[in-house]
C-alpha cells in the first residue's frame, strides 16, 4: 500500500524543514487531535529517535512505535515502523522552488506480514478516495499555518 502526495508552501525550505521536525512542539501538542506522540527516553533526537504513537482508526486506537531513520537537513526525514504484523515507511522531501517557496512531498509505503493485518490494510484500500483527500486536507492546513507563521515572523 502506498501513499503519495506533494503540497507547495511560500516559505523558504529552511523554515519549512524546522517546522516538519520540531519534535519537542509535537510532542507538547500530543493528544489535541487525539494523535499520541511519546518519545521512549529522553536525549535528544538523532537517527534512532522512537516515539510511541497512537491513533484513532475505526473507532479504535492503533498504536505502533516509529523511528527516526534518516535526517539529512534540510531536505529529507523518514521514518520506520515495523513488527511481526506490518512494515511502514514514511518519508518527508523538501525541494526549493525558488528564494521563498518549496515543495513538501509525503510517501508512505506499508506491507502487511499478516492475515489480520491485511484486512485492516484493504479496509483503508477500499477507502482509498477518503483516506487520500484527508491526507490531502491535513497537508494543505500544514501549508497554510506553516505560511502564516512564515509571514507573521518576518
Known sequence: ??????????????????????????????????????????????????????????????????????????RIVSYTSGNRKYQAALSLTFAPEGEDRCRMEMLLVARSRSFSTGLVFNTIRLARKRVNKGIRTRMQNIAERIELDYAGGR
Request: glycine share 6%.
Open 1 to 74: 500500500m502506498q501513499f503519495r502526495h506533494s503540497q507547495t508552501i511560500n516559505a523558504p525550505v529552511e523554515y519549512v524543514f524546522a517546522r516538519a521536525t520540531d519534535f519537542a512542539k509535537f510532542e507538547a501538542q500530543s493528544g489535541r487531535d487525539s494523535m499520541l506522540f511519546k518519545r521512549i527516553g529522553r536525549s535528544p533526537v538523532r537517527i534512532g529517535t522512537r516515539w510511541d504513537i497512537s491513533v484513532p482508526y475505526r473507532g479504535r486506537k492503533r498504536k505502533f512505535t516509529a523511528e527516526l531513520s534518516q535526517f539529512i537537513a534540510p
